[in-house]
């Protein structure tokens, strides 16, 4: 079974930006969706933003137009630019994958990283 692995995380400024990665173990990674999730302290998990096997995007509206999702199947790689970043952002983030199509709900997900930890404060 695919593993996945998220770096990028860190401590950043409001308004700045980070670029979150996930790494899949295998090159099956093409017949997946991907999504990424976070969790804040005290709330539950939340959809941020999914892109299928077919490069169909969806997004949170928290984080349009602020954050943009991609994939490189060649290098089994998945990504989340985070742009304008703001204090309401900090969370753990998580990706997921689910076979061919995206979803928004984190149920539809079997597999998980085991997130990087995000902090937008000044």
């Known amino acids: 079974q695919v593993q996945l692995v998220e770096s990028g995380g860190g401590l950043v400024q409001p308004g700045g930006s980070l670029r979150l990665s996930c790494a899949a173990s295998?090159?099956?990674?093409?017949?997946?969706?991907m999504g990424w999730f976070r969790q804040a302290p005290g709330k539950e998990r939340e959809f941020v933003a999914a892109?299928?096997?077919?490069?169909?995007?969806r997004y949170a509206e928290s984080v349009k137009g602020r954050f943009t999702i991609s994939r490189d199947n060649a290098k089994n790689l998945g990504s989340l630019q985070m742009d304008g970043l703001k204090p309401v952002d900090t969370a753990v983030y998580y990706c997921?994958?689910?076979?061919?199509?995206?979803?928004?709900?984190?149920?539809?997900?079997?597999?998980w990283g085991q997130g990087t930890q995000v902090t937008v404060s000044s």
């Open positions: 892109i299928g096997s077919d490069f169909t995007t």
């Open positions: 997921a994958v689910r076979a061919w199509f995206i979803s928004e709900s984190d149920s539809a997900y079997a597999i």
């Open positions: 295998e090159n099956t990674f093409l017949n997946y969706a």
